[in-house]
């Protein structure tokens, strides 16, 4: 179909399908864990799942690629070199201030 224009126009229909209600299936039975009352088997249970929970999120990272690595680490030493030329000017302007203002 052509508008006035020239140019195509693709019209799009809704469907008229109904959708299924999805059956419910009965609630799985969830083992309860016994709590253990030793405070070293304590520890040891909050360790690992400290550790469990770190690993978890850490394969959830987008890690960067090794050429972004090396572009944002250069980055980071241009940045501290700029920053460290700066307060030594810094310096040397004080030290000079200072000296003008003793004698």
């Given at each position: 179909m052509?508008s006035k224009?020239g140019?195509?126009v693709?019209?799009?229909t809704?469907?008229?399908t109904?959708?299924?209600k999805v059956?419910?299936k009965?609630?799985?039975v969830?083992k ?15 360790v690992g799942?400290?550790f469990?929970g770190?690993?978890t999120?850490?394969r ?9 690595t ?5 980055a980071?030493?241009l940045?501290s070199?700029?920053f460290?030329?700066?307060?030594l000017l810094?310096d ?5 201030l200072f000296?003008?203002i003793?004698k």
């Open positions: 052509a224009s140019e195509k693709t019209r799009i809704a469907k008229t109904t959708v299924r059956s419910r009965s609630p799985k969830v309860v864990h016994k709590e253990p009352t030793n405070p070293i088997i304590k520890t040891l249970f909050a799942g400290y469990k770190a690993w999120e850490l959830l990272v987008r890690w960067p690629t090794r050429r972004a090396w572009g944002l680490t250069f980071v030493i940045f070199a700029f460290v030329v700066i307060i810094l040397i302007l004080f030290k000079y000296e003008i003793l």
